[in-house]
């Protein structure tokens, strides 16, 4: 590989044009399968390194992609016109909240 390297431009133009355009295309698929190749060679060296912990690294990583979900908050404002809608008091204040407050209503009314 190195000879290929240092080739100067002399070198290369004992090459015929049907053997550079190849040379090029070689070179133009490593470089687009570079990023590719150096992920399977890290992909392969952690899946080796997990197995010397007695893991797989599907294992490891579905440990690590889990997201706790949070559950929803309870319920501190109650619509009086619609008791189904409910506000926790954190966020946005929904458009119900904001329209009995206008009209005159305090928050403590509108408390479940």
């Known amino acids: 590989m190195s000879d290929l390297v240092n080739m100067s431009v002399e070198e290369l133009s004992e090459y015929s044009i049907a053997e ?62 619609n008791p189904e809608q409910t506000w926790t008091g954190k966020g946005r204040r929904p458009a119900w909240f904001l329209a009995a407050i206008e009209a005159g209503k305090s928050a403590e009314d509108l408390a479940v």
């Open 20 to 81: 550079l355009k190849s040379l090029q295309k070689t070179v133009a698929k490593a470089i687009a399968t570079y990023d590719d190749r150096k992920k399977k060679a890290a992909l392969s060296e952690l899946e080796e390194k997990a197995k010397e912990l007695g893991f797989t690294l599907a294992e490891l990583t579905a440990v690590m992609g889990k997201k706790t979900i949070k559950p929803a908050g309870v319920a501190k404002y109650r619509n009086p016109e």
